[in-house]
């Protein structure tokens, strides 16, 4: 990874692109420069720009009040069919599976109602193919997302 820019070697990172560039600097500002048309800099401009601009962030922390988090087993992990995914809900709530190849391509989505308590589904994979896949769990109890290998 590059780590200078011109003379300056204050650096993190940087990373080039082919219409943009971004740099973090080891005190953590963020630094953008090139095509800017459609904003994607995060300068607040839709000017394009030769050389580095300081990308404004907020200064409030984003908030985690917001999310709620709870664990689920996902078993057998490895897979090479039936999937168990066991988890407690709180209250009665509607649960949305998701199940996601690595490049974020939706393969499966359900929605069920569940009362509260222990929850166990069974999911059959066999019919796809063999690589990494992400489960995403998501109610009004939480969210979950487990990496998940089929063999």
Known sequence: MLNQVGTANTWIGISAGHTHSHAIATNTDIWSTGRGLEGELGIGSNTAFNTLQVVA????????????????????NPTNGITTISYNLENDTTVTFRITTI????????????????????????GLSN?????????????????????
């Not at 709620?68 to 087993?73: D, G, I, R, V, Y």
């Open 131 to 151: 690589g990494i896949y992400f489960i995403s769990i998501n109610s009004t109890n939480g969210a979950y997302t487990v990496k998940l290998i089929k063999e």
């Open 57 to 76: 962030c907020p200064a409030t922390p984003l908030s985690t009040n917001d999310i709620k988090l709870f664990k689920a087993a996902v078993y057998p």
């Open 103 to 126: 490049q974020g391509q939706l393969i499966q989505e359900n929605k069920m109602d569940k009362p509260s308590g222990l929850q166990t589904d069974n999911f059959d994979l066999s």
